[in-house]
Nanobody
Framework: QLQLVESGGGLVQPGGSLRLSCAAS????????ISWFRQAPGKEREGVSC?????????NYADSVKGRFTISRDNVKNTAYLHMNNLKSEDTGVYYC?????????????YGKGTLVTVSS
């Protein structure tokens, strides 16, 4: 069974950068679209970004992160990334990666356990 493990979270000052990683085991990521979600304290989980499987490769972003975040994938390493620049306090939350079959429009099949990002001075 596919398992996802996020890493790279931490404490960063406003304006700083982080790179989150999502490492997969148990299956290749080649056939999956990969999404990043986040959940801020007291708020519902929201979608941040998604990238289709290798076949499609198209990406999408929440309006709140466009121009600041970049999603990517390395199918050789079986890992996905979320590059986050110009971080703001409202980016604070637990970040989860998730997969769906082939396309971002398909239902999520698996979530990771998350990594905490705290943006604060």
């Amino acid at each position: 069974q596919l398992q996802l493990v996020e890493s790279g979270g931490g404490l960063v000052q406003p304006g700083g950068s982080l790179r989150l990683s999502c490492a997969a085991s148990g299956s290749t990521l080649d056939y999956y679209a990969i999404s990043w979600f986040r959940q801020a304290p007291g708020k519902e989980r929201e979608g941040v970004s998604c990238i289709d499987s290798s076949t499609g490769g198209s990406t999408n972003y929440a309006d709140s992160v466009k121009g600041r975040f970049t999603i990517s994938r390395d199918n050789v390493k079986n890992t996905a990334y979320l590059h986050m620049n110009n971080l703001k306090s409202e980016d604070t939350g637990v970040y989860y990666c998730a997969v769906s079959r082939w396309y971002c429009s398909e239902p999520v099949l698996y979530y990771g356990k998350g990594t905490l990002v705290t943006v604060s001075s």
